[in-house]
């Protein structure tokens, strides 16, 4: 027991498998090397800040204004992002690369182009609907004018059968129709029409409610417009139907105009005579033409100024999100008695106090700062947090074992054993070296173009399996290793590795899935022998032996958790962690083991 215990205090230490160590330090920033500190800090990583303002409210903090400031900014970018979406513009995949400006430029810019953006966009929504509206009075002009040559003509072929018609003078106001009306010589109030166009959506609906407001006493046309015209709310281009009412009487024409309004249907004006409807027509188009001409030239300033702003984008958002990070920081620090430095506590890992001490210097001397920024190591009563270095290849793995919980300071990391055990327990899942080739090529592509997605905006989805990339590459290689042990290709057995060992009984083979197979050579050199497939007792067999495959896979896993335990154990001296959490659990682990057994 001696020499295990000596052999144990020999091993190294586990510099990779457990969290870094950390120290808690304490910084004291004169005010005008604090922005630029904080900033050089913040581009290392490796400082953790503590908040020393935690009982004021955000509102409270020192650096309040400009956190709005650039919360304000972060929303004109917002902006002028959501405008260059819908201009159907692309930001600049490589944006520029300029000099960072000043905060208070990068304000005054942003106001700039949004005033500027804000008036182009009214000016356009104005031109647009006045667009709009000549259009629709052109589809009306060429409509109507057909509805009001085939209504005279229709009264005229009436007039007959109207007259045998004869009815009480009292009654004859609210029951005749709109044409007897028209064709009795005692009422001399004329034909009158009202002319427009709605939404082909509420036609049948518009011409019900107006049946119903005139008793019947009215006469509704209507045609398609024939051409979809542009919604000034939606922006969406919707069909419309242009309709001309006929009726007679003041009261009636109020009623229809109102319920024009309240469908949000649009009445234009059209004169009876062809040569006048002909006359406003070419007026229109002309109108129409200089629109169309004006609306192309402010579309295309208004997408170069768009342009302009895309290749910075990019570049002003990282810019002010750095900003907001540096100012939220500030507000976590206190001033001193002098109120001429900023006094901050962190937490750091040893090795990168070095690297730290060399970021305030550099910040001191970019700052022409007369004095330095003062860096020692403080006593710590509370638990440090934890730290783990990570690159490209373990960090996907460390996020998947932070979803189920953080270790403990200087605890075991989990992480590096997961790097082989859970691609490897999804291919015992996934065994199909068919299936497995095509996920090792997806991995291949993802980590061949990983310098240019690195830089891209992904997805929701294509980011995960971005980051997961070199999981996938594990995963897909120990999916074909697992296929070729199953002998599975998209679910197919293949003669890899040479004959089977098993042949039919006659020469049909027609009782193989009854009688079985008889062996007539050694085992299949490598995997599940491809005979298996089809036989009689292809299903006990290959159940039996996942089954078993996946009772010992968890039983190891187990045993390298209950391992684990111990070594966190004796590295924080808890000999009451070894007598009731380590020696319980192997002992339940071994009965288990002979249960099974």
């Known amino acids: 027991m001696e020499r295990v215990e000596k052999f144990i205090d020999n091993m190294p230490q586990m510099d990779l498998m457990r969290s870094e160590k950390m120290t808690l330090v304490q910084l004291i920033i004169p005010v005008e ?101 000549l259009l629709e009075f052109k589809i009306v002009l060429q409509k109507a004018g057909g509805f009001l040559v085939s209504s005279n003509n229709h009264a005229v072929s009436e007039e007959w059968e109207l007259s045998e018609n004869v009815y009480s003078n009292d009654d004859y106001v609210e029951t005749s129709s709109l044409l007897e009306q028209e064709m009795r010589p005692s009422d001399q109030s004329g034909l009158r029409f009202i002319s427009g166009i709605i939404c082909k959506s509420k036609a049948l609906r518009f011409e019900r409610l107006l049946f119903r407001a005139t008793r019947g006493n009215m006469l509704f046309n209507q045609a398609p417009a024939g051409e979809e015209i542009m919604d000034p709310v939606s922006a969406e281009m919707v069909e419309k139907t242009v309709f001309v009412v006929f009726f007679s009487g003041e009261q009636a024409r109020t009623k229809i105009l109102k319920i ?65 990070a540096v100012y939220d920081t500030l507000n976590m620090l206190n001033f001193d ?85 859970f691609p490897f327990l999804f291919a015992v899942m996934f065994g199909d070296w068919g299936h497995g080739i095509c996920l090792l090529l997806g991995a291949l592509v993802l980590i061949a173009r990983e310098s240019r997605l690195s830089t891209q905006k992904l997805g929701s989805f294509m980011e995960m399996l971005f980051g997961g990339r070199y999981v996938l590459l594990l995963m897909s290689l120990f ?20 004959g089977s060992a098993y042949k039919c009984r006659d020469a049909n083979c027609s009782d193989a899935p009854t009688a079985g197979l008889v062996k007539f050579r050694d085992p299949y050199p490598f995997g599940v022998d491809p005979s298996w497939r089809g036989s009689r007792s ?48 192997t002992i339940a682990c071994f009965f288990f083991h002979l249960r099974q057994n």
Request: hydrophobic share 40%; proline share 4%.
């Open 33 to 133: 090397s604090a922005h630029r500190a904080i900033t050089y800090l913040g581009e290392l990583g490796l400082l953790q800040f503590r908040d020393l303002n935690a009982e004021k409210s955000p509102f409270q903090r020192t650096f309040v204004n400009q956190v709005k400031r650039c919360g304000e900014m972060s929303r004109k970018l917002r902006f002028f992002k959501d405008q260059i979406s819908k201009a159907g513009l692309l930001s600049s995949v490589h944006p520029v690369v300029e000099p960072d400006v000043e905060l208070e430029e990068l304000e005054l810019q942003l106001a700039e182009h949004e005033h500027e953006l804000i008036e182009m966009n009214s000016n356009s929504e104005k031109l647009r609907q006045t667009y709009n509206e």
């Open 260 to 324: 024009c309004e309240a469908f949000v249907a649009n009445c234009y004006p059209v004169p009876e005579d062809i040569n006048k409807q002909r006359q406003i027509t070419r007026e229109v188009l002309s109108r129409l033409s200089e629109l169309e001409t004006t609306l192309d030239a402010g579309i295309h300033h208004r997408n170069k100024a768009l342009t302009s702003i895309g290749y910075h984008l990019t570049q002003w958002m990282s810019m002010v999100r750095r900003e907001k």
């Open 337 to 421: 008695v002098t109120k001429k430095c900023l006094v901050g506590e962190g937490w750091c890992p040893i090795f990168a106090k070095a690297q730290i001490q060399e970021a305030l210097q550099r910040a001191t001397f970019d700052s022409n700062s007369q004095v330095g920024v003062i860096f020692h190591v403080m006593d710590a009563i509370e638990s440090p947090p934890t730290y783990f270095r990570t690159n490209h290849f373990t960090n996907a793995y460390q996020e998947i074992v932070d979803a189920y919980g953080v270790a403990r300071y200087q605890e075991a990391n989990p992480a590096v054993y997961t790097v082989i055990t």
């Open 479 to 498: 999916s074909i290793y697992c296929g070729l042990i199953y002998n599975e290709f998209f679910s197919v057995p293949f003669h890899i590795f040479g």
């Open 538 to 585: 292809e299903l006990p067999f290959l159940n039996s032996l996942k089954m078993k495959m996946s009772i010992l896979l968890g039983v190891a896993q187990m045993n390298l958790g209950i391992i684990l335990s111990y070594f966190n154990a004796r590295f924080f001296r808890s000999s009451l962690d070894i007598r009731c959490v380590f020696l319980p659990l």
